[in-house]
């Protein structure tokens, strides 16, 4: 078989991560998440990695499980170790120091909803849609409830938990599930807009940015204000940052 999770590198550093099993409509199996922890490890070590694309091959970006391998294995010590990797895969992208993007052209569901969520950043067809369905099958989804939350409001993310509904890209769009959404055949371009304007930031600004920005997402605003001063601070010692002040008072371009 083919790889499940396809690799790619531009010379500008932009990465592109596929999910390649069409035939699976690409569902988080063993063998998928084993395959987006390597690459995400991977880029993790790579200093000249600047943003990351997450894709997938096929009609559907990732309905999340793999549903007939986790009926395979009615075993407590199973899932629990399935859903162990699931969520180390999730926390290592929030970790990357670069953003990460989902590109959405299909349906995402239970942890492939989940996916798009844990993403820094996400654009969608117009023809996308979202459901975190686990409910439908008697199982709540717990793990994907987790970056849920953290995007849309709790009524809404709580609605979609419970009733398993689909919601549209557009609906998506307008609760903070993802940043744009575009045409089928405008996607890619959507996707490189954005990709366009990450790239003409410097690197190490938006490593402290995005480490900062998760940080104090969990801390009490005195403590969360205390670590971006800090941050802050630290920042503004970076030599880009003083050339990009520096060119901002002399009504210039920056030369990073």
């Not at 395959?35 to 995400?40: D, E, I, M, N, R």
């Not at 938006?206 to 601070?233: C, H």
Request: charged share 15%; net charge neutral.
């Amino acid at each position: 078989m083919s790889e499940p999770v396809l690799y790619s590198s531009s010379p500008q550093g932009v990465v592109t991560l596929t999910l390649n099993r069409p035939e699976q409509f690409n569902a988080l199996s063993e063998d998928m998440l084993t395959a987006l922890q390597t690459a995400l490890d991977r880029i993790a070590k790579d200093d000249t990695a600047r943003v990351v694309v997450l894709a997938a091959a096929g009609k559907a970006f990732c309905p999340g499980h793999n549903l007939k391998e986790m009926v395979a294995s009615p075993e407590l010590s199973f899932y629990q170790q399935l859903f162990t990797q699931c969520s180390r895969m999730m926390l290592s992208i929030q970790n990357l120091p670069v953003p990460v993007i989902a590109r959405v052209h299909g349906i995402a569901t239970a942890a492939g909803c989940q996916l798009v969520a844990q993403c820094d950043l996400a654009v969608a067809s117009s023809e996308a849609r979202f459901a975190v369905s686990g409910i439908n099958l008697g199982l709540f989804c717990s793990t994907p409830s987790v970056p849920l939350l953290r995007n849309v409001p709790a009524k809404a993310a709580m609605e979609m938990l419970l009733t398993g509904d689909f919601i549209t890209a557009a609906q998506a769009l307008e609760r903070g599930l993802v940043n744009r959404v575009a045409a089928p055949d405008e996607l890619d371009a959507a996707v490189d807009a954005l990709v366009a304007s990450i790239l003409a930031k410097p690197r190490e600004a938006i490593a402290m940015g995005k480490a900062l920005f998760y940080r104090q997402r969990e801390l009490g605003t005195a403590a969360a204000y205390q670590l971006a001063g800090q941050t802050m601070a630290a920042n503004m010692m970076q030599a880009s940052a003083q050339e990009g002040v520096l060119a901002f008072t002399e009504k210039r371009a920056p030369n990073w």
